[in-house]
C-alpha cells in the first residue's frame, strides 16, 4: 500500500519532525522476508484467479483466506479503516481501491497490492496484470512500470542517496512517455506498514539521504499513460488518473545488505501468474 504524505507527516510530528528511519538487524529482515514469502504466494495465487468475469471482492476474499491459513495477517485489513485485505484497482484508478463488484473485463488492467504481517514484521508489494490482451499502451505502460522497479532496486546500495532510487524510476517512466504520480510515495518498512523515509519516484541523483545498510524500502512507481495529476474516488480511498489515463503500480519490499539490495517480495522469481498477455 502506498503512503500519502499526510500520514508520514502526522506520524512525524510527535517526533519533532525528524524523519526517524528505523533500520533493522539481519534477523529482522530475515522475519520480513517470511512474511514476503506469503505475499509472494499471496499475488500468485490472485494472478491465477484474474479472468474476465471474475469480481474484485472474490480476488480479496482467496487473498484473506491464504494469508491467515499461513498464519499470518492480512496488514490492509482494518488499516485506517480500510475493508479489504487486497487493494484492487481497475485501469484508471491508481492504487487504493476497495474490493467490491467490479467483475474484470477482457482488455482491463489490473493493480492488486497486499501488505502481510507475520511475527509482527510487515511486507507490502504490488503488480498489475492485464487481463487477457491489452492495447498496445497498456502493454507498454506495464512494461516501463515494472521495468523502472528493476532499476530502482539497482539504486539500493551503501554509496548511493535516496534521490538515486527515485530519479532510476523517474527517468525511465518518462523517457518511455509516461509520468510518475507526484502526491503518493513509497515509504520505509518494518514493524509498521509505512515509516520514514518517504520514496517519491521523481528526484534528482545524488540527493537526499544516504542509504545505509539495514534500510529496508517499500518502493512503488505508480505511473499514469497520461499526465501526473490524480483525483480522489467518492470513497475516499480510491485514487484516479485525474485525466481518466490508464495507471499501473509495481511495488517490492527491498532489504539494504552489506552484499547489496535484496528484494523480499520476489514476485518477479516465482512461476509466473500473470494472466495471458
Ligand atoms: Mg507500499
Redesign the pocket.
Known sequence: ???DSAVVVRARSSRRNQAVIIKKNPKEIEQMAHAGVILVKTLNLVASKIRPGVSTVELDAAAEKFIRSQGAEPAFKGYRGFPGSICASPNSMIVHGIPGRYKLARGDILSVDVGVIRNGWVA?AARTFPVGPVTPVARKLLGATEESLYLAVEQCHVGNRLGDVSHAVQHHVEAAGFSVVRTLV??GIGRSMHEDPQIPNYGKPGTGIPLEVGMVL?I?PMVTAGRHAVRMGDDHWAIYSQDGSLAAHF?FTVAITPDGPRVLTPWHETGDGRAAA
Request: proline share 0%; net charge negative.
Open positions: 500500500m502506498t503512503s507490502d513509497g515509504h517499500a512503488e511495488e
